[in-house]
């Protein structure tokens, strides 16, 4: 980790990804967790503040960036309720399989490097009929935002801590062995188009 990422990045990820205009879409899915809860890519854990604790027993938080996990900590001094912070990567999750009923993701499946291999160790930690909570920006709907998303993302994903823009969100999850519910892909309000096609919905495990 160099210094850009250990010291500025992690500031300026906690900024953005707290912008009020993304809060309704947080607010959107978060709730939907239920019982044992793992948050991949828990950054600054902006979404605690959109929880049900009274449908939850536990949070799992796990994300590979040290100073956003102290932030996170800050954040969650006062926090009623149990929450554990681990730093790891999602490719390798130090969880055993079958621990949770819940996932939740929201603007980090962008940035993991191996995005398969996450979604199928989502898939291993999570119980039978566990669920993917998620809200991700991605590949674009029609052909010139995704010509305008390809030419920026090599200058974009090292200025934004490895963040792609041209993922296809919903391939990869339903590839990686969870059925789509509840979902819808919508233009954020506010941002630029080329960052901000959301993917947002719901996925059960398919045993």
């Known amino acids: 980790m160099n210094l850009y990422e250990k010291y500025i990045l992690p500031p300026l990820l906690n900024c953005a990804c707290g912008l009020s205009l993304l809060k309704r879409h947080r607010k959107d899915i978060v709730p939907r967790a239920r019982g044992a809860v793992l948050e991949v890519g828990i950054g600054s854990s902006l979404n605690k503040d959109f929880y049900d604790f009274d449908q939850i027993t536990e949070i799992s938080g796990l994300d590979p960036n040290e100073s956003l996990l102290k932030i996170a ?30 996932v939740v993701i929201t603007f980090s499946l962008c940035t993991i490097p191996r995005p398969k291999q996450a979604i199928k160790e989502i898939r291993r930690v999570l119980k039978s009929k566990g669920e993917i909570h998620f809200c991700e920006h991605g590949l674009g709907d029609t052909p010139n935002i995704q010509r305008i998303q390809k030419f920026v993302e090599p200058i974009w994903r090292p200025m934004a801590g490895g963040c792609n823009l041209s993922r296809d969100i919903f391939g990869l999850i339903t590839e990686g062995g969870f059925k789509l519910f509840d979902y819808e892909a919508i233009y954020a309000d506010g941002v630029p188009k080329f960052v901000g096609y959301l993917y947002k919905g719901s996925a059960k495990k398919i045993d």
Request: proline letters at 10%; glycine letters at 4%; charged letters at 20%.
């Open 73 to 102: 900590r800050d954040n969650n001094s006062s926090l009623p309720h149990k929450m554990s912070l681990t730093a790891g990567t999602s490719e390798r999750l130090p969880f055993p399989s079958n621990q949770f009923d819940s």
